[in-house]
């Protein structure tokens, strides 16, 4: 039904208002979406602006799956396009946005798809250690729950179950 509607809209080259709380169907209908909450519009763009740089927590929690993460901006590296920000987790390393300066607040979202687990305890920017809660065999993804502990929950993504092992829960 999606194929048909979109298919429609260009051959006809209409201009169609579609109301859905299905993100999937947003993104694969709209050449711009609007969400809103409350009666009040949160961000309107294009759908992958939207998935990809969600401009507030309503919009990156509200879009697909994330997980989110509160911090402080420690420095900005404006050459690298990178923000450093101090969480409870340690440092993360996120994308640039110029509307952010050292010692605001934040939220670093992060999408499972963009996560990987490695056996290997390491340091640095954008790695954390946890232990896997739960696994499950998604067909075309194995969706890992990781427990980072003090309450907090990562969900990661690995898109090719046929070439990955899953992993036992518990393991690190």
Same mark, same amino acid.
């Given at each position: 039904?999606?194929?048909?509607?979109?298919?429609?809209?260009?051959?006809?080259?209409?201009?169609?208002?579609?109301v859905t709380h299905d993100q999937e169907e947003a993104l694969t209908l709209s050449d711009r979406i609007a969400v809103f909450n409350k009666g009040k519009v949160f961000q309107i763009g294009p759908p992958k602006a939207l998935?990809?740089?969600?401009?507030?927590?309503?919009?990156?929690?509200?879009i697909g799956i994330n997980n989110l993460v509160e911090g402080t901006i420690e420095s900005v590296d404006a050459p690298q396009q990178r923000l450093r920000v101090k969480t409870g987790l340690?440092?993360? =390393?996120?994308?640039?946005?110029?509307?952010?300066?050292?010692?605001?607040?934040?939220?670093?979202?992060?999408?499972?798809?963009?996560m990987d687990l490695d056996r290997e305890? %390491?340091?640095? =920017?954008?790695?954390?250690?946890?232990?896997?809660?739960? %696994?499950?065999?998604?067909?075309?993804?194995l969706r890992y729950d990781v427990d980072l502990g003090q309450g907090v929950a990562f969900k990661v993504d690995i898109r090719d179950p046929w070439h990955h092992e899953q992993r036992p829960w518990a393991a690190r």
């Open positions: 039904m999606r194929a048909e509607i979109r298919k429609l809209q260009k051959e006809l080259g209409i201009t169609t208002v579609y998935y990809e740089r969600p401009e507030n927590r309503f919009v990156a929690d509200f340690g440092a993360l =390393c996120a994308v640039m946005d110029e509307r952010f300066h050292p010692g605001d607040r934040c939220v670093v979202s992060i999408r499972p798809e963009n305890p %390491a340091t640095g =920017c954008n790695l954390v250690q946890g232990r896997i809660a739960f %696994a499950a065999y998604l067909g075309h993804t």
